[in-house]
């Protein structure tokens, strides 16, 4: 083989990879092939919002979804997966976004909080905060009724008294700065601990795995255990507002995600929240049939 000819076949092969190569990193990130990747954590909420923002943004644009990142985990996942462009969207709240991601201070407004989680995500991540779906789903701290009855338990400072109650928590519950830790420092609280499946929380505390546990107050199955929420008198928790988080260069190539989005600005209460919420964790119906039906039923869809 000829000298020219060898080098001309090493050229060859040398832009074939490059090609690839340019290829491959520009299919990195999400959104890249036509697809929005929409993607949330494991509980029945976040989920059904994840089924919500895919369908409309289907419905109402010439975009795909992918779906195949929801139910993918919490904040601590998601929120390096949308920074770094693996993940388009999801839905977060204000209060998790400031204490969990920016690590700030403890803050109380609720538009405080939200002005400076959008500023800071805009700022430093290139992630754009859309305004609140209008319910705030913060923490509430549940004790079995017969133990609340018997040790005379109202207030969460009462929790002090006695350190042999067993406080049921997920993966992440006495490690997020906002849940356990918060809580422990505001009222002295040093209470035995046990981890078990976010889903199974309020049922491990029902058979008597332990006495209390950390629920959201828009968590559907509330109505149906026999739980006693205690009065958070110092206020430990931030506001929780629901938003939609989305890559910045995303919504500049294709604004009309947030035009699709736009209905549900302002538009959901806590008490409709449940609802949706109680149709996933007692009647154990689809997320995404849930989605589905809410948003026919107010004629989105």
Request: glycine share 6%; net charge negative.
């Amino acid at each position: 083989m000829g000298k020219r000819r060898i080098i001309s076949l090493l050229l060859c092969v040398f832009l074939l990879v490059v090609s690839i190569g340019v290829g491959g990193c520009g299919g990195d990130k999400a959104g890249s092939s036509g697809k929005v990747v929409i993607a949330s954590k494991q509980f029945a909420e976040n989920l059904i919002f994840a089924h919500v923002a895919a369908l409309l943004i289907e419905n109402n644009t010439d975009l795909k979804v992918d779906i195949s990142k929801i139910g993918m985990g919490p904040t601590e996942m998601l929120h390096p997966a949308l920074a770094e462009g693996e993940i388009d969207l999801y839905l977060e709240y204000t209060g998790t976004a400031w204490t969990t991601v920016l690590k700030g201070d403890m803050l109380h407004d609720s538009q405080e909080v939200y002005e400076k989680v959008r500023e800071a995500y805009r700022d430093r991540f290139g992630i754009t905060c859309l305004e609140t779906l209008g319910f705030e789903n913060t923490f509430a701290i549940v004790v079995r009724k017969d133990v609340a009855e018997e040790l005379n338990l109202s207030k969460i400072s009462d929790l002090a008294e006695h350190p042999e109650l067993v406080f049921i928590g997920d993966s992440t519950t006495f490690t997020r700065p906002d849940i356990y830790p918060a809580l422990q420092e505001a009222y002295n609280l040093d209470l035995q601990q046990k981890m078990v499946d976010t889903t199974f929380k309020l049922d491990a505390v029902a058979e008597g795995e332990g006495d209390l546990t950390n629920a959201y107050t828009t968590d559907g199955r509330l109505k149906d255990y026999d739980v006693v929420l205690l009065e958070d008198e110092k206020k430990v928790f931030p506001p929780y507002y629901a938003i939609y988080v989305i890559r910045t260069e995303l919504l500049e190539q294709h604004p009309e995600i947030e035009e699709a989005l736009k209905p549900l600005i302002n538009a959901i209460d806590e008490e409709m929240a449940m609802e949706l919420n109680y149709k996933v964790e007692a009647e154990n119906q689809d997320p995404a049939d849930v989605a589905e039906e809410f948003l026919k039923s107010r004629g989105l869809i």
